[in-house]
């Protein structure tokens, strides 16, 4: 429903508008925020659990 | 490290058909829920490179929403929202999202369908009719019927690992009489305990590998019902409880159903 003011977080989107905050840059070639990215990448490995 | 399916739960780890366990380090690929039915970025870069960018980002998997109509929906999606794939021109916007699902297993990544919504459009909120698996246009069958549809479209993909079944409950107004989502009362119109474990079982019938999401209460933040009832479909080590953590989501912005227990 654009142009509704979500509940959630407050933004407000209108159709065809493009993400502001994904982990892909507005154009999709290549990351946003490589910080975020790093601290991403972190935690991605598994630390505990069964197996290998 | 490859990953061995079938997946399947045990205790509070996912493990492979090794009994190794899977962490999943994932991300959305949002925009097939949403009005124009069509995974963002495809206007800018092949799939198969999306597919890739995440791969080598790490992550190994991606939870992929859709909305009820995207599998049903006749006409194609708008040319210029697949402009970098001009193979998918002329595609309905479940023919765009099968297409990404294989081109992103084909990258080695695991993926999770998610129904997101059942009409299209922005998600979420209480008010936006979208909360429980029906409403005054959207009746029960329709969701259990586009599951089955879903999961018998992905059943031959291994890395097709699990469906996410419903995202972040919420209140629904239908027909003026307010709805609030439950777990474990047995109402038919509000119970999604009882509504992930039948829409589970009717799925194994056509996926019997498939590993179950199911989002607490209150825009998956409430998870609470499992104290004294957990989501038991016919076959099972096959569920995983879903949680979402938002910023707002913490102490002042919680929402006041979990904030009260």
Redesign the interface.
């Known amino acids: 429903m654009p142009g509704i003011t979500r509940q959630a977080n407050q933004l407000q989107f209108a159709l065809g508008d493009r993400s502001s905050y994904g982990l892909f840059a507005q154009d999709w070639t290549g990351v946003s925020n490589p910080a975020l990215l790093e601290a991403l990448q972190a935690i991605q490995a598994a630390t505990i659990g069964p197996g290998a | 490290m490859a990953i061995a399916t079938p997946l399947s739960v045990?205790g509070r780890?996912i493990?492979?058909a090794?009994?190794?366990?899977?962490?999943l380090?994932g991300?959305n690929w949002?925009g097939a829920h949403q009005?124009a039915m069509t995974p963002?970025?495809l206007d800018?870069?092949h799939r198969n490179d999306?597919a890739a960018?995440i791969a080598e980002?790490?992550?190994?998997s991606v939870r992929f929403p859709f909305a009820l109509q995207t599998v049903t929906a006749g006409a194609p999606v708008a040319v210029a929202r697949v402009a970098a794939n001009p193979d998918l021109a002329g595609s309905t916007p479940w023919q765009v999202y099968t297409a990404c699902v294989q081109a992103l297993t084909d990258a080695g990544l695991m993926v999770i369908p998610n129904c997101h919504l059942l009409y299209e459009?922005?998600c979420?909120?209480?008010r936006?009719g979208n909360g429980l698996w029906w409403n005054g246009n959207w009746p029960a069958a329709r969701f259990a019927g586009d599951w089955l549809t879903v999961a018998g479209a992905f059943a031959d993909n291994p890395l097709v690992i699990g469906y996410d079944l419903k995202n972040e409950p919420r209140k629904a107004t239908i027909g003026g009489t307010v709805y609030t989502p439950s777990w474990g009362d047995g109402n038919p119109d509000t119970d999604f305990c009882q509504l992930y474990a039948s829409t589970a079982t009717a799925i194994q019938a056509v996926d019997g590998n498939a590993l179950f999401f199911c989002e607490g209460l209150s825009?998956a933040a409430d998870l609470t019902g499992t104290r004294t009832k957990l989501v038991a479909p016919a076959k099972g080590n096959c569920v995983v409880y879903s949680m979402h953590d938002?910023a707002?989501y913490h102490p002042a912005g919680q929402p006041a159903a979990v904030r009260a227990r």
């Open positions: 045990s780890w493990t492979d090794n009994a190794n366990r899977v962490k380090s991300v949002a009005d963002g970025g800018y870069r999306i960018q980002w790490g992550f190994n459009g922005w979420c909120w209480d936006d825009y938002y707002w």
